[in-house]
């Protein structure tokens, strides 16, 4: 297993890297003939970008879609991207906030299904929460809406930790509830990545460096919204030196919980809890003793699942998720609510 990870993150390094080179890669895609014939129309609105491109990547072998291409010197004009949003059945919306809200105001044709992996409409009334495992109502939102908030690459770690405890009466929703979270460099952007990946880089990157000092990071509002904490959560997020990959731990003081819980008892109902999931593992209890009672940020690189963690003693618990930022944390989790939406198993065309 530790062979095929790495395989997963080397690939996952090589794609980023020549992330930049990739910006006119849907044309190119059409005019070879793979989109001829495909039946559901999709068109990616920053088809450019990290999250984009891994989209772009996933439907590679899918014949059920057909993907409207866009010319890299269009890529910002209003009026092709309007056009090709108002042809399309499902649009993926892989850009900055503004220009998200931008797009959707282009939208005239109301058939048309709208899955934003941007933090502009994740908390908007109207908009499904687009992680389906959280509840029966999520899923089913999900399925039938035609706007979905993609949630944010932390806050889907958070969320999974948090919301069933919330959910299940075991954690109280004033708790102050804290999270850290390490993270790979792609989830920042192009411009990050290209930073990250330069020669000539300033030595301070070699090191993990925290952010989001002032406690205003922009997946805070999600976090508190979606699980239904009375108090935003302290968060700590971490970006270090490697390209993908996500690992985020809430600590709990059993104490403060609601009832008499150890670790083994709060593994149990999470385990219950994403029973017959496909996309979320909760992993045996003690499974850390296999990696020497480490947990890596990287080993789920290039997978589009998440694994459960949960550790501790009678006094403190932790709660881990391990992900890909870019997988369950972005564009798979885009892709598992298209095929909700489409219909068909929910992990089509997704390495899980």
């Not at 794609?15 to 990616?44: C, D, H, L, P, S």
């Not at 919301?163 to 109280?172: E, N, T």
């Not at 690992?247 to 919980?257: E, G, I, M």
């Not at 480490?294 to 290039?302: E, H």
Request: charged share 25%; glycine share 12%; net charge negative.
């Amino acid at each position: 297993m530790k062979d095929a990870v790495e395989s997963r993150g080397t690939e996952s390094e090589k794609q980023g890297a020549a992330g930049n080179a990739k910006g006119n890669a849907v044309w190119k895609y059409w005019k070879e003939g793979y989109g001829k014939g495909m039946k559901t129309r999709i068109f990616i609105d920053g088809s450019e970008g990290t999250t984009g491109l891994r989209i772009f990547e996933r439907f590679g072998g899918r014949d059920d879609i057909e993907i409207l291409p866009i010319r890299a010197e269009l890529r910002k004009d209003a009026a092709e991207r309007k056009r090709l949003i108002n042809e399309a059945d499902v649009v993926f919306l892989c850009l900055p906030d503004a220009a998200a809200k931008e797009s959707v105001g282009l939208v005239e044709n109301g058939d048309v299904t709208v899955i934003d992996a941007s933090t502009a409409h994740r908390t908007e009334e109207g908009w499904a929460y687009g992680f389906p495992e959280l509840s029966t109502a999520h899923r089913e939102a999900v399925r039938n809406s035609k706007r979905i908030a993609v949630p944010g690459c932390y806050a889907s770690g958070f969320i999974a930790a948090v919301y069933p405890l919330v959910a299940g009466g075991i954690l109280p929703g004033d708790y102050p509830v804290s999270a850290f979270a390490v993270s790979g460099y792609s989830g920042a952007g192009k411009k990050t990545i290209a930073v990250y990946e330069s020669g000539e880089r300033d030595r301070e990157l070699d090191a993990p460096r925290e952010y989001a000092l002032s406690q205003n990071h922009k997946h805070l509002n999600e976090m508190k919204k979606i699980t239904g904490l009375a108090r935003t959560p302290l968060f700590s997020p971490v970006i270090c030196d490697y390209y993908s990959g996500m690992l985020l731990t809430v600590p709990l003081y059993t104490d403060l919980l609601a009832g008499s819980h150890t670790p083994e008892g709060v593994h149990a109902f999470l385990e219950n809890y994403y029973a017959g999931e496909r996309f979320i593992r909760v992993m045996p209890f003690g499974k850390e003793a296999e990696y020497n009672g480490f947990l890596a940020g990287n080993s789920c690189a290039g997978w589009d699942g998440m694994e459960i963690y949960v550790t501790g003693n009678e006094e403190r618990v932790l709660v881990s998720t391990r992900f890909d930022n870019l997988g369950k944390g972005a564009s798979g989790a885009a892709i598992q609510c298209l095929n909700l939406v489409l219909g068909c198993d929910e992990w089509k065309g997704l390495h899980v």
